[in-house]
């Protein structure tokens, strides 16, 4: 996916927020001389009917996206005139404040328009429900990509009065003037509702062209946001669309599942986007494209977007999802953005390696060779690159997975693997019964966590995921096994506990990592219980989740009141009792080599590149030459260190307060590689 990565954040414009009830046909608001009493809203003819459009959105350590969503939906809509003599749009919600103080606040809705992420749903259905509660007669509107193309949500939630599929724009645009008495409520596209009793689903058409749609940054929607004093102190990311579209149709995704082709937005609006985002000092901007790069053209947005940090200094960061073909566009747009310091990271995706998964997910993946290349080509401009893979897809197995996790090491992957659950997001093909059925998908339904996000959040405003635990090719045992070795492998390799160790044994003894660190996982898992003790303690929800008992996350308020994942979790764990983890793991490590002499020289250096959160500088000398071994791990193999006597110096970022450390250091320096001591140097002589 959106979180992937999230790409689910590419339907922030594509949601909608709708309004409709058979009550409207009987035109109570065009009757004139009506009286407004409480918890209804009538007018006089000359009065305009109040909506409010909601998008609830998490904050992450004081920033928040400006709700880019309910944005494109108002700056389309209002720019006709009929709709601005008939409707006054009130203010955009998108903090998630107490859902009563919300509620009570609204002056008269003619219509709430909820726009609905897994991040929101649940908020969205209590605001809903007091708004409802308060005000009768007001329109309760869901759209957005966690509304399935069904009607189950009319079924389930009597609050909720219309569903609204797909794109927004120009289907809430039609609905607004069908609401105003100009045409049939039943001749908008893309809808359901409820009329007498009964629910009406209309015609399924494809979205329309996006070239001249208007934009809510430079038409003024957000305004009122920056300018607002409350809100001062708070740092807003924004995000921008130069197309809109996805060409794929990935099972489990719900990017690319329509029919629409896909479109540009005009180069100008485009430019004016940007320039906007640059003047208003926006740090953080991410490109919504689910595929950028994928036109020639998009060389010279990022050319733009290059100028105005220039000009501005900023954005500090410009996130894209880069289409997911080799190409060497897309190198050249990726070394640009990293020239000026840009870029977080390249994306280069693959969700799994085995053949009749990907063939049962619908995607195609650049051949292994591409692959290797790829990240070989970006190691040596100097890029971190990451890598997605996606635990209990349809047709995997537990076999099949670790092929592909230690596949995707063997190709090169040593910087990011980021291993993601398979959620059963409504709007995507394989929420279907069909499919569900055909593969044996079972999920578990556990309140979202955000990763990263405070544990003071309550649950109720969150959300729930389904998360894909079983299927009819892996059982619940052996995902949760997957979900332990993964936590395992990213710490150690990814974050580089182990990961100098690895290289030398692949390098030097031809051990391959799949069998390097099995060993270390069975070792953890059965032969010592301190270190068993450590994964026991950051999976500890593992057990009551798969039951149906519990959520999966962790929290330790030592790290911070943030949710971390498994792998920085466990990272943070080891690096806490640095010695004594290391001194655990010694007698397994030290089983993989006939040479004592060198194994124990290797074993101070991987123990001293390791980023501790209260480390000094110090230096160690060393039998061999490991420095300039470990700079290059796509150089040819086999190969062997240079037997020479020499002192490193060793100059970790330093932190004292264990928060602070997972923050700076394994939370955002995860993509500058920091959990490694970046600051080694030889010095002239062994002290």
Same mark, same amino acid.
């Given at each position: 996916?959106?979180?992937?990565?999230?790409?689910?954040?590419?339907?922030?414009?594509?949601?909608?927020?709708?309004?409709?009830?058979?009550?409207?046909?009987?035109?109570?608001?065009?009757?004139?001389?009506?009286?407004?009493?409480?918890?209804?809203?009538?007018?006089?003819?000359?009065?305009?009917?109040?909506?409010?459009?909601?998008?609830?959105?998490?904050?992450?350590?004081?920033?928040?996206?400006?709700?880019?969503?309910?944005?494109?939906?108002?700056?389309?809509?209002?720019?006709? @005139?009929?709709?601005?003599?008939?409707? @006054?749009?009130?203010?955009?919600?998108?903090?998630?404040?107490?859902?009563?103080?919300?509620?009570?606040?609204?002056?008269?809705?003619?219509?709430?328009?909820?726009?609905?992420?897994?991040?929101?749903?649940?908020?969205?259905?209590?605001?809903?429900?007091?708004?409802? @509660?308060?005000?009768?007669?007001?329109?309760?509107?869901?759209?957005?990509?966690?509304?399935?193309?069904?009607?189950?949500?009319?079924?389930?939630?009597?609050?909720?009065?219309?569903?609204?599929?797909?794109?927004?724009?120009?289907?809430?645009?039609?609905?607004?003037?069908?609401?105003?008495?100009?045409?049939?409520?039943?001749?908008?596209? %893309?809808?359901?509702?409820?009329? %007498?009793?009964?629910?009406?689903?209309?015609?399924?058409?494809?979205?329309?062209?996006?070239?001249?749609?208007?934009?809510?940054?430079?038409?003024?929607?957000?305004?009122?946001?920056?300018?607002?004093?409350?809100?001062?102190?708070?740092?807003?990311?924004?995000?921008?669309?130069?197309?809109?579209?996805?060409?794929?149709?990935?099972?489990?995704?719900?990017?690319?599942?329509?029919?629409?082709?896909?479109?540009?937005?005009?180069?100008?609006?485009?430019?004016?986007?940007?320039?906007?985002?640059?003047?208003?000092?926006?740090?953080?901007?991410?490109?919504?494209? @689910?595929?950028?790069?994928?036109?020639?053209?998009?060389?010279?947005?990022?050319?733009?977007?290059?100028?105005?940090?220039?000009?501005?200094?900023?954005?500090?960061?410009?996130?894209?999802?880069?289409?997911?073909?080799?190409?060497?566009?897309?190198?050249?747009?990726?070394?640009?953005?990293?020239?000026?310091?840009?870029?977080?990271?390249?994306?280069?995706?693959?969700?799994?390696?085995?053949?009749?998964?990907?063939? %049962?997910?619908?995607?195609?993946?650049?051949?292994?060779?591409?692959?290797?290349?790829?990240?070989?080509?970006?190691?040596?401009?100097?890029?971190?690159?990451?890598?997605?893979?996606?635990?209990?897809?349809?047709?995997?197995?537990?076999?099949?997975?670790?092929?592909?996790?230690?596949?995707?090491?063997?190709?090169?992957?040593?910087?990011?693997?980021?291993?993601?659950?398979?959620?059963?997001?409504?709007?995507?093909?394989?929420?279907?019964?069909?499919?569900?059925?055909?593969?044996?998908?079972?999920?578990?339904?556990?309140?979202?966590?955000?990763?990263?996000?405070?544990?003071?959040?309550?649950?109720?405003?969150?959300?729930?995921?389904?998360?894909?635990?079983?299927?009819?090719?892996?059982?619940?045992?052996?995902?949760?096994?997957?979900?332990?070795?993964?936590?395992?492998?990213?710490?150690?390799?990814?974050?580089?506990?182990?990961?100098?160790?690895?290289?030398?044994?692949?390098?030097?003894?031809?051990?391959?990592?799949?069998?390097?660190?099995?060993?270390?996982?069975?070792?953890?898992?059965?032969?010592?219980?301190?270190?068993?003790?450590?994964?026991?303690?950051?999976?500890?929800?593992?057990?009551?989740?798969?039951?149906?008992?519990?959520?999966?996350?962790?929290?330790?308020?030592?790290?911070?009141?943030?949710?971390?994942?498994?792998?920085?979790?466990?990272?943070?764990?080891?690096?806490?009792?640095?010695?004594?983890?290391?001194?655990?793991?010694?007698?397994?490590?030290?089983?993989?080599?006939?040479?004592?002499?060198?194994?124990?020289?290797?074993?101070?250096?991987?123990?001293?590149?390791?980023?501790?959160?209260?480390?000094?500088?110090?230096?160690?000398?060393?039998?061999?030459?490991?420095?300039?071994?470990?700079?290059?791990?796509?150089?040819?193999?086999?190969?062997?260190?240079?037997?020479?006597?020499?002192?490193?110096?060793?100059?970790?970022?330093?932190?004292?307060?264990?928060?602070?450390?997972?923050?700076?250091?394994?939370?955002?320096?995860?993509?500058?590689?920091?959990?490694?001591?970046?600051?080694?140097?030889?010095?002239?002589?062994?002290?």
């Amino acid at each position: 996916m959106r979180k992937k990565r999230e790409i689910i954040i590419y339907h922030l414009s594509h949601s909608v927020c709708t309004k409709i009830i058979a009550f409207c046909k009987n035109r109570l608001y065009n009757k004139k001389d009506k009286k407004r009493k409480e918890g209804v809203f009538t007018e006089t003819a000359a009065e305009k009917k109040n909506v409010y459009l909601v998008q609830p959105t998490n904050m992450l350590s004081g920033a928040i996206y400006l709700p880019y969503s309910i944005g494109v939906i108002a700056a389309y809509s209002w720019q006709f @005139a009929d709709i601005k003599n008939a409707y @006054a749009l009130k203010e955009l919600l998108f903090l998630k404040d107490e859902p009563e103080t919300v509620a009570a606040a609204l002056e008269a809705p003619f219509i709430a328009g909820f726009s609905c992420y897994i991040w929101n749903i649940e908020y969205n259905l209590r605001l809903a429900e007091l708004i409802k @509660a308060r005000f009768p007669h007001c329109v309760i509107a869901f759209g957005g990509p966690q509304i399935p193309e069904d009607t189950t949500v009319l079924r389930q939630h009597p609050q909720v009065d219309v569903l609204m599929y797909g794109e927004g724009e120009e289907t809430f645009c039609a609905i607004l003037r069908a609401l105003d008495g100009q045409t049939p409520l039943r001749d908008v596209p %893309n809808i359901a509702f409820r009329e %007498n009793g009964e629910t009406v689903v209309t015609k399924k058409a494809a979205p329309g062209d996006v070239y001249n749609f208007p934009s809510p940054y430079t038409g003024g929607y957000f305004d009122g946001i920056m300018a607002d004093e409350r809100l001062r102190g708070i740092r807003f990311h924004t995000i921008v669309e130069t197309n809109r579209g996805c060409p794929y149709k990935c099972l489990y995704c719900s990017w690319g599942d329509n029919d629409a082709p896909l479109r540009k937005f005009s180069m100008d609006r485009v430019k004016k986007d940007l320039e906007w985002s640059a003047a208003h000092k926006i740090d953080y901007c991410m490109c919504a494209d @689910a595929n950028f790069g994928i036109f020639p053209r998009d060389e010279e947005i990022i050319d733009y977007v290059i100028e105005l940090k220039k000009k501005y200094g900023y954005p500090q960061k410009f996130e894209i999802i880069a289409a997911k073909f080799k190409d060497d566009l897309i190198f050249k747009i990726n070394k640009k953005l990293f020239s000026v310091g840009l870029n977080k990271g390249v994306d280069i995706a693959c969700q799994s390696l085995t053949p009749k998964v990907l063939e %049962n997910i619908h995607r195609k993946n650049m051949s292994n060779e591409d692959f290797a290349a790829e990240l070989k080509r970006y190691r040596e401009a100097g890029m971190i690159t990451f890598t997605d893979l996606i635990i209990a897809l349809p047709g995997e197995t537990y076999e099949s997975f670790c092929s592909g996790l230690f596949g995707v090491i063997e190709l090169g992957q040593h910087e990011l693997l980021n291993i993601h659950n398979c959620e059963l997001l409504p709007a995507a093909p394989m929420h279907a019964p069909e499919v569900i059925e055909k593969y044996g998908i079972k999920t578990v339904r556990s309140n979202l966590r955000q990763t990263h996000g405070s544990t003071h959040a309550e649950a109720v405003y969150g959300s729930r995921s389904e998360i894909v635990v079983e299927t009819n090719t892996l059982s619940r045992y052996e995902w949760r096994r997957i979900v332990r070795l993964c936590a395992c492998v990213r710490a150690f390799h990814s974050f580089g506990l182990l990961r100098d160790i690895a290289f030398y044994l692949r390098w030097a003894k031809d051990v391959s990592y799949q069998r390097f660190y099995t060993r270390v996982f069975e070792f953890i898992e059965n032969e010592d219980p301190f270190l068993k003790g450590i994964l026991d303690y950051v999976t500890r929800t593992l057990d009551d989740f798969i039951a149906e008992k519990g959520d999966l996350y962790f929290a330790d308020e030592r790290f911070g009141d943030i949710y971390l994942p498994f792998e920085e979790a466990l990272f943070m764990c080891a690096v806490t009792e640095h010695e004594r983890f290391f001194a655990a793991l010694r007698p397994c490590l030290a089983a993989f080599f006939d040479d004592t002499a060198l194994f124990e020289d290797l074993f101070l250096y991987q123990r001293s590149d390791v980023t501790v959160p209260c480390a000094l500088p110090h230096e160690e000398t060393f039998l061999y030459d490991w420095l300039p071994y470990f700079e290059n791990p796509f150089a040819p193999i086999p190969r062997q260190p240079e037997k020479k006597t020499n002192t490193v110096r060793f100059t970790p970022d330093r932190y004292t307060d264990l928060a602070e450390f997972t923050r700076e250091v394994v939370w955002y320096g995860k993509s500058k590689n920091k959990p490694i001591v970046q600051n080694k140097q030889k010095t002239a002589a062994p002290r």
